[in-house]
């Protein structure tokens, strides 16, 4: 698979939503208690994503490494995400909350290496989207009608590839209609498993800010850390974060 090029970071954007919510609410005086009280609910939102914005520029942290076949070796990789600006333009389905996540980025790389190119996940620009889908429905064509129906959920038919794994043939998928529509699974095309990660996008991008045991697991199975000479590979046994987290792929 293509070696992925992360894109610049970017300052902080916090005057443009917060001026914006404080304009919001001004208005509230001008409307009726209903219609007050829908307008209060979104600004509380948009203040909500200027502080997971400012979160997840702000996080970092250290993988604590072990070689792999010599664990005697060790290695600390340093961690950040990486966020592209939004882009405007793009019409989106309505749940998930993916509109106001994506007046907020316009994609986000977590947990990126920056030596090795190496990322946890990728929640990808809505232009990626049907490039995703293309390549996650490759996954499926080798089942046969029987496969398909024992294996693959009905929401299937009508979900939207919001990201991936990087490297891994693994995609975010987020059904559009039905009883999860606007949540958020992984799909592993190791075993065919779909597993629900979150209700909505923007709940899926806060879990990944506050890492435990079973998420570390998960990221430590795909990231190798490799620069170089592909023989030298590296296990994480530990995270530790910015945020008061520490995190243990063995316990």
Known sequence: MARRVAPEPREL???HHVDAAVAVLADCGNKSPAAAGDVLS?????LKLVELESAVLAHTGE?????????EEKKIVRFRHVVAPPLSGHALPDMG?????YDTFGSIVFFVDDKSGDAAVHIAAPSA?????AGFLDWLDPLDEDERAEI????VEACVAIGEEPRTGNTLLMPTDGEHAGHVFLFDHDG?????????LVAYAETLLDPDDRLLLEIATHLRFIEGDSAIQWWIRELRDNRG???RTQV
């Open 245 to 247: 987290n520490v995190a």
């Open 97 to 101: 909350r993916l509109d106001d996540f």
């Open 42 to 46: 979104s600004a509380r939102l948009r």
């Open 129 to 133: 989207w049907a490039g995703l889908r």
């Open 192 to 200: 065919y498993e779909f597993t629900h990660c979150a209700d909505d």
């Open 63 to 71: 993988f604590h490494c072990e070689r792999i076949h010599r664990p």
């Open 13 to 15: 954007r916090q005057s």
């Open 152 to 155: 693959v959920p009905e929401w």
